[in-house]
Structure formats: structure tokens, C-alpha cells
């Protein structure tokens, strides 16, 4: 079976904006957060079961032992592989909505079925346990969440994620976190704990990519048992074996420096979440879940569809966001708020202007 991801198929064809806060990286590195980049580059090297330095290091970033690490080509890379290794033919995965399109693509694609639950937004898209089994069936083996919530930016509340992982126990499910988002939670505090930590029903995704303006070097990785984790690996087997050698060892650089690029990521973050906050406030139009991340996603009161104000926004003034209708709530769009903080500014203004010019 083949399934696309039609938001993905839209971010990599679409017109080529003047301010984009549809595209969802956080402002990409240079060479310079990296200085040691150029020595560090070198052809050689193999790496069958994930390269061991770069394993290491991402093992002891989450607090898990090595053999708890399986690399993946990104997030959206580590993800597949895990669905691949998770779910049975003809398996059934419940899948949150609104939802990040490439995750029910790939559960398509591998053969699964995919059902849907509510992240309502009468409750700030948190997740409510109680619709999640209300939506379970005797076919569901999976339950699929983002946390940081994509599209919205929200948190799963910290005792309902708990409930959660005690009900897929109870039902013998697993659950699958993309956690690509988690880095760049300001607040230590409220940011959450890699799921994976919590139970072995658990599964965590992430990536150098949202949090570190790393997204070229494809960095990836899911944290699982050491049975699931083992699983993940042979399903890269078949997929494209390991990562560049390149890549990894840059990776490796990376880790090494993460707490310089937490600093640059934080000094973004803070920022550009301040403009946000200010220009929800002030533009009355907007009703909108407060975000943690770097992902906002408000609708337009009485609005049913947001594609037509989004297509006026580019076409008018250069500005795009991402309409709501790839993410399963078309009264919606997403804002993406990781780039530079002038630009998110004037972006964040035009729209204002737009919305209010009517």
C-alpha cells in the first residue's frame, strides 16, 4: 500500500514565501555553531547498529543505556521505523486529530489501518484519556501522539499522559510520542520526561532538527526496550541500512556542543513565544490554545475554513502559514515561529493587518 503525506507533498512544492512561518525548523545553524565542523568530517566509518559515539551520547542526553538508542533518518525517519517495527499487518493505530499528516502516511504505507480520536480544542488540545478509550477497538494495537503537540504546540498534562501509559498497559498496547518538539519547552519544569522513561509500552521520537537548527544532518532517533529498540534496528535493515558517516560524526560535534545550541535555540524561543503571546492578545479574531513550543494554532472566529484567508495572506503579502485542513481542523492554520525573530515579527504583524483589512 501507498499513502502520501499531502502537508509534507505541499511544504517541499509550494511558492517560495517572503516570510515563511509555515516552515516548521527552528532558524538553521552555520558553520560557525559549529566550529569544529571541518575537522571533524571524515569518510570512514561504519556504523550497523547506530554509530556507537553518537548512540552513546544520545543514550546519556534522556538518561537510557545504548542499547535503549535505534537511529533513524530524522524524526519523521526514526518514526517510520518504529511504526514498522510496531505494527502487525492490517494493525490498527489511534492516531490524535489534528495530527502531523506524514504519521498517518506511513501508517498506511507499512499496511495499518488508522483511526482517529479528539484533541478537542474546548479543552486546549490536551488529550483526554476517556475519548482515547472511548475510541480503542479490539483492533487497536497503537496509540500515536505528538508531545509537544504538532500542530498546536500544547503539552499533554503530565497526569494524563500517566493515565495514558497506564491504560495502554492495561490493554496491552503501545504508544508512539514524537517528541521532536521537546527541546524547545522553555520552562524545565514543565517540559515533559521522554516517554519512553515512563513505561516499556513506551516509545519516544526526536531529533536534532526543531529544537537545534540541525535538519541537514537528518539526526534522528527513537528511545524503546531494549527489545523494541533491537526491532526498530532490524527494520532499518531493510529501509537504508545506517546514516552517513559524515552526518553521525557531525552529530557526535553536535552533542558535544548541545549546550551552546540549547542557548541559542532558548534565545530564539524566548523572543519569538513573547511576539506570539503579544500579537494573540492583541488581535481579538484570533481564538487560540497558548503554546509551549515553537507552534501556534489559532482559528479565526466564526471562520470554517482558513485556506481562503491563508491563500489571500501569501498572495497579498508574502506571508505563509499552513492551513488547518492538512492537519485534520480546516477552522485552523499553524503558525511556526523558529526562524529569525524580526522576521517572525513582521510576519506576525502582517497577518494582524490582514485579518483586520478583512
Same mark, same amino acid.
Given at each position: 500500500m501507498f499513502a502520501t503525506a499531502p502537508y509534507m507533498e505541499w511544504a517541499k512544492s509550494r511558492p517560495r514565501p517572503r516570510i515563511d512561518l509555515a516552515g516548521s525548523n527552528l532558524l538553521a545553524c552555520s558553520l560557525e555553531d559549529l566550529p569544529d565542523a571541518r575537522d571533524a568530517v571524515d569518510l570512514a566509518g561504519e556504523s550497523p547498529e547506530g554509530y556507537p559515539p553518537l548512540v552513546a551520547r544520545i543514550a546519556r542526553a534522556h538518561g537510557v543505556e545504548p542499547p535503549r538508542v535505534a537511529t533513524g533518518g530524522g524524526c519523521s525517519g526514526a518514526n517510520f521505523l518504529a511504526l514498522a517495527a510496531l505494527l502487525e499487518a492490517d494493525g490498527e493505530a489511534l492516531v490524535e486529530s489534528p495530527f502531523y499528516d506524514p504519521l498517518p502516511g506511513a501508517i498506511r504505507t507499512l499496511g495499518g489501518r488508522v483511526a482517529h480520536f479528539a484533541r478537542r480544542f474546548e479543552d486546549g488540545f490536551?488529550?483526554?484519556?476517556?475519548?482515547?478509550?472511548?475510541?480503542?477497538?479490539?483492533?487497536?494495537?497503537?496509540?500515536?501522539?505528538?508531545?509537544?503537540?504538532n500542530p498546536s504546540g500544547v503539552l499533554i498534562a503530565p497526569e494524563r499522559m500517566r493515565e495514558l501509559v497506564r491504560l495502554a498497559e492495561r490493554r496491552g498496547l503501545r504508544i508512539l510520542v514524537d517528541e521532536v518538539y521537546r527541546d524547545v519547552v522553555l520552562d524545565a519544569e514543565k517540559r515533559p520526561a521522554p516517554a519512553a522513561t515512563l513505561s516499556e509500552a513506551c516509545v519516544s521520537t526526536s531529533s536534532l532538527t526543531k529544537a537545534y537548527g540541525l535538519a541537514s544532518l537528518r539526526c534522528g532517533w527513537a528511545l524503546a526496550s531494549d527489545a523494541l529498540a533491537r526491532k526498530i534496528r532490524r527494520a532499518r535493515d531493510v529501509v537504508d541500512v545506517w546514516s552517513p558517516i559524515p552526518a553521525d560524526r557531525l552529530s557526535v560535534l553536535a552533542f558535544d556542543r548541545l549546550d551552546a545550541l540549547a542557548a541559542r535555540s532558548r534565545a530564539l524561543v524566548e523572543k519569538n513565544l513573547a511576539r506570539v &503571546?503579544? /500579537?494573540?492578545?492583541?488581535?481579538?479574531?484570533?481564538?487560540?490554545?497558548?503554546?509551549?513550543?515553537?507552534? !501556534?494554532?489559532? @482559528? =479565526?472566529?466564526?471562520?470554517?475554513?482558513?485556506?481562503?484567508?491563508?491563500? &489571500?495572506? /501569501?498572495?497579498?503579502?508574502?506571508?505563509?502559514?499552513?492551513?488547518?485542513?492538512?492537519?485534520?481542523?480546516? !477552522?485552523?492554520? @499553524? =503558525?511556526?515561529?523558529?526562524?529569525?525573530?524580526?522576521?517572525v515579527a513582521e510576519g506576525l504583524e502582517t497577518i494582524r493587518r490582514e485579518l483586520e483589512s478583512g
Open positions: 490536551d488529550v483526554d484519556p476517556a475519548i482515547v478509550e472511548a475510541a480503542l477497538t479490539p483492533r487497536t494495537r497503537l496509540l500515536v501522539l505528538t508531545n509537544p503537540h &503571546r503579544e /500579537f494573540l492578545s492583541a488581535t481579538p479574531l484570533l481564538e487560540c490554545a497558548p503554546p509551549r513550543a515553537t507552534l !501556534a494554532f489559532p @482559528r =479565526i472566529r466564526g471562520v470554517s475554513d482558513s485556506a481562503p484567508f491563508v491563500e &489571500r495572506l /501569501f498572495q497579498k503579502t508574502g506571508v505563509a502559514v499552513a492551513p488547518g485542513h492538512f492537519f485534520g481542523a480546516p !477552522a485552523h492554520f @499553524r =503558525i511556526a515561529f523558529g526562524g529569525d525573530p524580526a522576521t
